[in-house]
């Protein structure tokens, strides 16, 4: 097998780092490959493309969710298969595929039994995503957290805490299944995968193989709720809270009001026109 490793090198923290490091030394010991590092945005894409031009069976992305969404988007439909070292603040997608925490010996006896199963991705308008996309308070904290300097969990719990006095909820327009509604929103969040990283399950019931995505529009909340709310969240209960709808489709679009914000995979994007349009895409991907 002819296995390739891209690596992130300043995403996480420097503990993360460090692990990676590691693991990474291990797997170019035991499987004569070498790892490249990226050098700015849109780095782990060109490289990825390279490495499946060049045959690769097995390409493994060492990095937070950011690093994992554009290697990831360049294997789509390619015959290359995902593993990922995560060192992010979330790892969504890596903890859905039960690819966090693992040591260099696990995954390298994962790599030696070679299955490979296919996953579903998403893709809002021309950016694809595999855990989730969605807009509202999730979205702005988003784009605050892409601003700090200091990552991590705690610090992404602050800024929600902070965050949450001043918010005011946003009304948004969704057509789905035949069905268009003017909604008010604290979250509209599209979901591939079952969580936004850290166990926070924003879609207990997602699956990544099913073809469809799984909606949660969560409406607004006094603020005694929050315990509640986390609670929902952490225990898997998102899709039985009494502020949270939930519901299947294939494909939907969201309108934006202006000042609102859009995140894919945690990653804040610009929406210039305010309207976009969400589609599946089964089985899109290969994971390890």
């Known amino acids: 097998m002819q296995i390739n490793i891209i690596v992130n090198p300043i995403s996480g923290t420097k503990n993360a780092q460090r692990k990676a ?39 493994i992305a060492v990095g937070g969710d950011g690093t994992v969404n554009e290697v990831a988007s360049a294997l789509k439909h390619s015959n290359t298969a995902l593993m990922i070292v995560p060192t992010g603040s979330g790892n969504g997608l890596a903890r859905d595929l039960d690819m966090h925490g693992l040591s ?47 990552r991590g969990f705690f610090t992404y719990v602050k800024l929600s805490l902070r965050a949450y006095k001043n918010y005011k909820p946003l009304t948004y327009q969704l057509a789905y299944n035949n069905h268009t509604e003017k909604t008010e929103a604290f979250v509209i969040n599209i979901a591939n995968n079952k969580q936004f990283g850290n166990h926070a399950y924003i879609a207990p019931m997602a699956n990544m193989q099913d073809g469809l995505f799984t909606v949660t529009i969560i409406k607004p909340f006094k603020w005694y709720h929050i315990p509640y709310m986390a609670y929902s969240l952490f225990f898997k ?51 390890l």
């Open 104 to 150: 260099a010996k696990q995954i390298i006896e994962r790599i030696e039994k070679n299955k490979i199963y296919s996953i579903d991705s998403g893709m809002a308008d021309e950016k694809a995503f595999f855990c989730t996309c969605g807009t509202g308070f999730d979205a702005y904290i988003g784009h605050l957290f892409a601003q700090t300097k200091v």
């Open 21 to 59: 490091k590691c693991i990474v030394k291990a797997l170019e010991e035991h499987f004569n490959t070498k790892a490249l590092y990226t050098a700015y945005a849109g780095h782990g894409f060109e490289l990825t493309k390279q490495f499946i031009a060049a045959g690769s069976d097995i390409l």
């Open 237 to 287: 209960g998102m899709h039985k809270n009494k502020f949270a709808h939930t519901f299947d489709c294939k494909d939907c679009t969201l309108t934006l009001p202006q000042e609102a914000y859009l995140h894919v995979d945690g990653e804040p994007i610009s929406t210039p026109n305010k309207r976009v349009s969400l589609k599946i895409e089964p089985k899109s991907l290969h994971v």
